[in-house]
């Protein structure tokens, strides 16, 4: 008989589902054949709602839907619900913390990879800096684009172009100047970057530095800065996002077929590196060589 699962301080959801012979009756009108096959579905915990291909968990009641075939359904239930009794019985928590690691670097790489698109470009109408000189700058106190921060800057460096990228990205100011504060004390202004900012907060927040709310999404207006910029400044960035934006699709090519759009990343390694034809053939990752274990579906925001 198929071990209940069942938590002394939380009760099911659906208690008479947890039987594995009870929820693969619910697939008898199942018709999504090019979906995750319901023999997978089911001993990942989930039953059939009867509703497109929406299906639910016995045990944590998570629902799921929009499968596709190369989706491993307890992949994707570690993911979706780390801290479902059942999947972390089955599965055991080595195997979901491997999941959840994956998917954060996923979601750090993806957002780092949109961060580049992010170009600095000076303000040629501060007239607080037209004075001064390279020789007169120190190199640690001059910002990525080349320039030295100004005077409201240096006052609130949240005014930098590389804070302002995090903000918009919804992160707390007081999240990103806490990283501030480490990039500066630790590398200068002159590694006042976006990405440099988001590897302190990710570390900060892997090490347990940062408070829950700290990482809570900014809902407050964006802070805005407006700049006087020519129309050589403006063909300039525009020359820029184009030819980062051509290398960024070349990134995300397949790096076996080098044709369709990797979708498929790796466990326990979390490399993302394949698309969904190329992935079935590999048995070991071909950036690390370990051995793959397992596999899930990214999406990528728009």
């Known amino acids: 008989m198929e071990n ?46 009867g509703n497109e291909d929406h299906v639910r968990c016995f045990d944590c009641g998570i629902g799921l839907r929009s499968w596709e075939a190369e989706d491993d359904p307890l992949v994707e239930h570690a993911r ?12 055991g928590q080595e195997f979901i913390d491997a999941v959840q690691t994956a998917v954060r ?14 170009t600095t470009v000076s303000n040629p109408g501060d007239t607080e800096n037209e004075n001064i000189t390279s020789q007169s700058v120190v190199e640690k106190d001059v910002l990525p684009c080349g320039r030295p921060p100004t005077a409201a800057e240096r006052k609130n460096p949240l005014l930098t172009n590389a804070a302002q990228a995090l903000v918009e990205y919804r992160y707390l100011p007081k999240t990103v100047k806490t990283a501030i504060d480490i990039v500066l004390q630790e590398k200068g202004w002159r590694e006042l970057t976006s990405s440099n900012l988001l590897r302190t907060i990710l570390n900060l927040s ?3 530095q940062l408070n829950d709310d700290t990482m809570q ?3 407050q207006d964006k802070i805005h800065i407006n700049k006087k910029r020519s129309l050589e400044q403006i063909l300039d960035i525009k020359q820029k996002m184009i030819h980062e934006n051509r290398e960024m699709k070349e990134r995300m090519l397949c790096k076996i077929c080098c ?30 060589r370990t051995e793959v274990k397992g596999s899930f579906r990214a999406s990528f925001a728009v």
């Not at 670097?105 to 992010?118: I, R, V, Y």
């Open 4 to 49: 209940l699962y069942q938590p002394p301080h939380r009760p099911m959801k659906y208690p008479n589902m947890c039987i594995t012979q009870s929820r693969f009756v619910t697939f008898s009108s199942w018709t999504n054949t090019n979906t995750a096959d319901k023999e997978s579905l089911v001993d990942a915990g989930f039953f059939y709602t």
């Open 80 to 91: 979706w619900s780390p801290t479902c009794r059942f999947i972390i019985e089955k599965k």
């Open 105 to 118: 670097q996923l979601e750090a790489e993806s957002l780092l990879g949109h961060l580049e698109f992010n």
């Open 206 to 208: 892997n090490n347990g």
């Open 217 to 219: 999404p900014f809902l």
């Open 259 to 288: 044709e369709n759009i990797v979708c498929i990343a790796f466990l326990p390694c979390g490399h993302l590196i394949s698309c969904s034809l190329c992935a079935p053939s590999l048995g070991n990752c071909p950036v690390c």
